[in-house]
Nanobody
Framework: QVQLVESGGGLVQPGGSLRLSCAAPGSIFSRYTMGWYRQAPGEQRDVVAVIASGGSTTYADSVKGRFTISRDKVKNMVYLQMNSLKPEDTAVYYC????????????WGQGTQVTVSS
């Protein structure tokens, strides 16, 4: 069973910053597209940011210019640096690993809570 382990969530005031981390097995990390998704109460899970194995990135419009996704190939880690946080960023954030080679291979972390509130 593949395990993705997130950390770094918490409570932060509006305008503050947090960095989320996701540890992935090396066998996954080197080939898979890695991403961060979030789900607020009563809403669907939506993509926040994605980074391909080659390093190209994609962001949801709502976080462009505020969030940065990155990956460390030595440590097999994916990060989400979140700046200028807003109350609407409050959600459970999930790490995702995805690979399509004929069929979809996909894995999720357990999620980490991010709460933006004064």
């Amino acid at each position: 069973q593949v395990q993705l382990v997130e950390s770094g969530g918490g409570l932060v005031q509006p305008g503050g910053s947090l960095r989320l981390s996701c540890a992935a097995p090396g066998s996954i990390f080197s080939r898979y597209t890695m991403g961060w998704y979030r789900q607020a109460p009563g809403e669907q899970r939506d993509v926040v940011a994605v980074i391909a194995s080659g390093g190209s990135t994609t962001y949801a419009d709502s976080v462009k210019g505020r969030f940065t996704i990155s990956r460390d190939k030595v440590k097999n880690m994916v990060y989400l640096q979140m700046n200028s946080l807003k109350p609407e960023d409050t959600a459970v954030y999930y790490c995702n690993a995805r690979l399509v080679i004929g069929i979809l291979y996909e894995y999720w972390g357990q999620g980490t809570q991010v709460t933006v509130s004064s």
